[in-house]
């Protein structure tokens, strides 16, 4: 897909987010409001207080909103939501083919969800990150692979993806790793985002359960490809739905 861009300098440091809005969400069986900035407005603050670069890509806010959100810190780019893969497992197509485009300017990133995830501190002055080039940075969870949900939730990639139980029995008692935070190298990273459209184009694209398929494609592609660059749990992330507000030595807050 096209999309219009900004101009960024050599070696910006880069964090974007995806609200696609006016689909029914089947994590909090609801529909966002379209055109509603206090759903982002947590998440855009603690960007631009930090004066780094972010990017909101989105398919409702009007002309006057776009407005009144962007500043230097701040894009907004409008996308066309393609309704054959839900929301959760489109906004990484958008995200590989922007980086397409832009991975030239680009020296690290981070791409997180937008209405629950907040910036508490600059991950790319961490030397934990600086030093670890070869790094995949993700959230986990206070929980392992293997759960009840998360067995329910990859019903249709066991069925597409032949070594999937094989991943599940040997990975089990590993910790949830959480797609709501990952972050690397440009160049790392964009080889994962190649993978994990591949994969979810192979195994999820005809998702017809009651679930996204983006938690267990995401688990499956790191574990299997990644497991020996993985740093995940803190300083990348908070405890998740533990709401640890004054939490200050992480680089982002999950709920």
Request: contains cysteine; negative net charge; glycine residues 4%.
């Amino acid at each position: 897909m096209a999309v219009e861009s900004p101009h960024f300098p050599p070696n910006t440091n880069l964090v974007m987010a995806c609200h696609i809005t006016g689909v029914h969400d089947v994590n909090r069986n609801t529909t966002l409001a379209e055109d509603s900035y206090e759903l982002i407005k947590d998440w855009e603050q603690s960007i631009t207080a930090a004066n780094l670069q972010g990017v909101i890509f989105h398919n409702n806010f009007s002309k006057s909103t776009c407005k009144s959100i962007e500043n230097e810190n701040i894009s907004l780019i409008e996308i066309a939501y393609d309704p054959q893969y839900n929301p959760n497992v489109f906004r990484y197509f958008v995200y590989r083919d922007f980086l397409e485009q832009h991975i030239q300017q680009i020296n690290g990133i981070f791409i997180t969800d937008i209405t629950d995830v907040v910036l508490v501190n600059n991950p790319f002055t961490d030397p934990l990150f600086s030093e670890n080039s070869t790094a995949l940075f993700c959230g986990d969870e206070p929980k392992i692979l293997h759960n009840d949900w998360m067995m329910a939730h990859a019903e249709n990639l066991r069925k597409n993806i032949p070594d999937y139980a094989a991943y599940e029995s040997t990975f089990g008692n590993e910790p949830l790793l959480n797609c709501g935070i990952i972050g690397g190298s440009a160049s790392l990273f964009f080889d994962f985002l190649q993978q994990l459209c591949a994969i979810h184009q192979h195994a999820n694209r005809d998702n017809k359960t009651a679930y996204t398929g983006d938690m267990g494609a995401f688990n499956y592609l790191a574990r299997t490809r990644f497991n020996q660059q993985l740093i995940h749990g803190a300083p990348v992330n908070t405890v998740l739905k533990q709401y640890e507000n004054i939490r200050k030595d992480c680089w982002f807050r999950h709920k």
